[in-house]
């Protein structure tokens, strides 16, 4: 198993401050975008796009963070502002972990809500 992640960077919202990775795993292949409180490090939210049919990530013409579908849907998880909609989107969904852990989800839900809006 392959695994690289980013060092975290800081997101205040709210005055809450999150910390937010980008990283890829395979195999399968996975784009990952993980967010956490700084004030609860081991509660972790890890977002878990996987290639599919109509899903694209990392490869190709596709670089590290980088998400798509077949219907020119794109976002790019190395932009804060797409961090900060995918979190408010965790938020509304109730998905943000209260309890230590690594909770994975996958997110192509919450992609389709994101490019539709």
Do not use: I
């Amino acid at each position: 198993m392959s695994r690289r992640e980013r060092v975290p960077r800081r997101l205040v919202v709210d005055g809450t401050v999150w910390l937010w990775s980008v990283g890829h795993l395979h195999p399968p292949c996975r784009e990952l975008l993980t967010l956490r409180r700084a004030d609860a490090p081991h509660a972790q939210l890890r977002l878990v796009f996987q290639e599919g049919p109509g899903r694209v990530t990392q490869g190709g013409y596709m670089g590290a963070g980088q998400v798509a579908d077949t219907k020119d849907g794109y976002l790019n998880l190395n932009e804060p502002g797409v961090v900060r909609r995918f979190l408010d989107e965790a938020t509304k969904r109730d998905l943000l972990p209260t309890t230590h852990g690594l909770h994975e989800t996958d997110c192509w839900p919450l992609f389709d809500a994101l490019v539709s809006a």
